[in-house]
């Protein structure tokens, strides 16, 4: 069951959605901004915090994403790769900060479904 709830922002070239799922019972919340040629997103089942932020573009010669990690611990790989193929599927630049609990690895699948069905709806 989902529990979502849109209120995108009025700006011109700025969307701004949070959203809240429902995962197992827990409420999983989502921050999404869109500019033109790039979309940061936040996502957390816990506190708000900001404790690490990984960022992704696709190389135009090579078609394929470089990714690093902008916060915090740089061996985030769930953030890094989904930073990676959000962008690779958007063809936007993708700044992915997760704060979820360490081996949740369902709970980070059903995020990347989440935000690629909301970021295709764009």
Request: hydrophobic share 45%; proline share 7%.
């Amino acid at each position: 069951m989902a529990v979502e709830t849109e209120a995108p922002s009025a700006q011109p070239g700025l969307e701004h959605v949070p959203f809240t799922k429902l995962y197992k019972d827990i409420p999983v919340h989502f921050q999404v901004l869109s500019l033109p040629k790039q979309t940061l997103i936040w996502v957390a089942c816990g506190p708000a915090r900001l404790r690490s932020l990984s960022a992704a573009t696709v190389v135009p010669q090579t078609g394929l994403p470089a990714v690093t990690s902008l916060i915090g611990w740089a061996a985030n790989s769930s953030e890094q790769g989904l930073a990676s193929r959000l962008a690779q599927a958007s063809g936007k630049a993708v700044m992915v900060s997760l704060n979820l609990p360490s081996n949740s690895a369902g709970m980070e699948a059903f995020v990347e479904q989440e935000l690629k069905a909301h970021l295709l709806r764009q």
